[in-house]
């Protein structure tokens, strides 16, 4: 498949890994190891072919975050049972996850506005993107939910205190991506954030047609 090309070493590795755990767990007879791999897969490259059906290039790194994402949530946290081993996972992978979408987030509506980012306050911008990074959170609480429900998975652990912690990490989180699309309009950075922008601006040149160099 073309759209898996030019990834980078980790995202690679990652997928490398997910064949060799399927195929390794087919042979054993471990069907819910096997699937747990293939939907890790499958979801990890979802990015890839939606995008393009936007109109969207996104950054390698970005596809790197997002792959390394999936495959700790999905695959060490399932089946190796990360979430379990270590108390601090759930909380780290939801927080790193929402500020990710929060960036995203500020991405989306910057592209509304194509990359003016003089048409709206940089608060209100950077409020809008909160709102898609826990919105985005509620959706992947709800895929939990359904995992568990419908194959037996053990995702939300502890039911609604598990849910409502996750929900307030992802607030937390957001807020973090939010501010950050926040500082980027004021022209300062928050940690490489502001590089990881440029970058995916870099790639999508035409949908910011108003934008301007910091």
């Given amino acids: ?30 069907w819910a190891v096997a699937f747990v791999s293939v939907a890790t897969w499958a979801v990890s490259i979802l990015p890839l072919i939606l995008a393009p ?6 950054p390698r790194q970005f596809i790197a975050l997002i792959v390394v994402f999936v495959f700790s949530t999905l695959f060490l946290g399932e089946v190796f049972d990360f979430y379990e081993r270590y108390w601090w996972w759930d909380i780290a992978l939801h927080g790193l996850s929402a500020v990710g979408f929060g960036l995203l987030g500020f991405l989306l509506v910057f592209i509304l506005f194509e990359g003016d980012r003089y048409a709206a306050p940089a608060w209100a911008l950077g409020t809008i993107a909160f709102c898609v990074g826990v919105t985005i959170g509620v959706v992947w609480e709800i895929f939990e939910f359904g995992m568990d429900q419908i194959f037996g998975l053990n995702m939300q652990k502890s039911g609604l205190m598990d849910t409502m912690g996750d929900l307030i990490v992802d607030c937390i989180g957001a807020a973090l991506g939010g501010f950050a699309g926040f500082l980027y309009l004021k022209g300062r950075s928050l940690g490489g954030s502001g590089a990881l ?18």
């Fill in 1 to 30: 498949m073309s759209i898996l090309r030019g990834q980078t070493p980790v995202t690679y590795l990652i997928w490398g890994i997910l064949a060799v755990a399927c195929l390794a767990s087919l042979a054993m007879g471990r």
């Fill in 53 to 58: 059906r936007f109109g969207l290039q996104l």
């Fill in 197 to 214: 922008i440029d970058e995916f601006i870099g790639l999508n040149r035409r949908l910011f047609g108003r934008s301007r160099n910091r």
